[in-house]
């Protein structure tokens, strides 16, 4: 029997969905250390991440993401923390439940699991099956909280995708999940946009969504959202990317995107065939409102070109991505 899905649902009835933001950039604006896990706020400052996910939903996002990205005991034991992750993860969920319960609209709340930061074997010492089992844990505890799909961000391996898709499925969730394309424009482990869809069809129901986030810039999200949409034009497909592009000033990141910038980054994921857009490092509330205007105000267009993209948005930052673009082409194959 397929699991109960409200992310499909809000879907059907609004067409595109508004993601939302960064949640690391916009913590640290409020105080958060260099170093200090972000989990951690949720026992010693859990009004300021109530705030960030309230301010998410009055920017008119239609999805938050718990504060739980680096909520697997893996994570966690670098704050010595390894021993609660069930207590923090429903934390994490609980908080982002209280205030999707009293919006005034629909919002999904999405449990937020990222990487272990450990390679499976045989690159490194985790098993798929500890792997699993890792996964497992955390998101028992965000289904004790309430959440309503569980979100697998910025992923790298094929086989750690797998992984948190079995645990999702053990805890008989919908799961989503999404790659980062920023090394030369495939994941750090060689994963293409391309073939992101079929990574772990094979689990459960399969993926209800998948995309990308984070990367690089916005630009080389959208092209590499073009792969993901010419391979499969049916897949309910995500992109979360970076506010423009990230740069140093000083011992400082700063990104380059404006709010008019991410609003037109919004209209041209809507033209390349995304169905739900966010923001990553760097979106702020001030860009979520300039998407969510941009979303609600416009009518899909003409697929864009690789070219394009970049006289909108700006340069792409992925060599081989930039280098593989041909006139009169949405994009050329990478290797």
């Known amino acids: 029997m397929p699991v109960s899905n409200p992310l499909a649902d809000l879907l059907a009835e609004k067409g595109v969905l508004l993601a939302d933001g960064a949640t690391g950039t916009n913590l640290f604006a409020m105080g958060l250390e260099s170093g200090e896990a972000p989990e951690m706020w949720l026992e010693t400052a859990p009004e300021k991440i109530t705030k960030l996910h309230q301010d998410f939903v009055d ?12 909520g697997t005991r893996n994570r966690l034991k670098l704050h010595e923390a390894h021993d609660r992750v ?25 449990g937020s699991v990222g990487p272990t930061g450990d390679l499976l074997v045989p690159l490194g010492a985790m098993t798929y099956e500890a792997a699993i089992e890792s996964f497992s844990e955390q998101i ?54 391309r073939d992101i869809h079929s990574l772990a069809k094979d689990i459960g129901d399969g993926p209800f969504a998948v995309g990308a986030n984070c990367g690089v810039g916005a630009s080389d999200i959208l092209s590499s959202l073009l792969d993901m949409t010419d391979a499969d034009p049916e897949a309910v497909v995500v992109v979360k990317g970076n506010c423009g592009i990230p740069e140093f000033r000083g011992a400082e990141i700063h990104y380059s995107g404006t709010p008019p910038l991410m609003a037109d980054y919004a209209r041209m994921a809507i ?65």
């Open 59 to 70: 920017a008119g996002s239609d999805i938050i993401l718990t504060n739980s990205f680096g």
């Open 86 to 110: 069930y207590a923090l993860n429903k934390k994490a969920a609980e908080i982002a439940r209280a205030v999707a319960d009293k919006a005034p609209r629909k919002v999904i709340v999405a």
């Open 140 to 193: 028992e505890g965000l289904k004790a909280g309430g959440i309503d799909v569980v979100w697998i961000e910025t992923m790298s391996a094929t086989d750690e995708i797998r992984a948190a898709a079995e645990a999702a499925v053990r805890h008989e969730l919908p799961y989503v999940y999404t790659g980062s394309f920023d090394t030369a424009g495939k994941t750090m482990m060689g994963v293409h946009p």
């Open 271 to 335: 033209d390349s065939g995304a169905r739900i857009i966010g923001g990553c490092c760097g979106t702020s509330c001030e860009h979520l409102a300039a998407m969510r205007q941009a979303i609600d105000g416009h009518t899909k267009a003409t697929r864009p070109t690789v070219e394009e993209i970049v006289e909108r948005i700006g340069p792409m930052r992925n060599t081989v991505a930039a280098d593989n673009k041909a006139p009169g082409r949405e994009r050329r194959r990478r290797s």
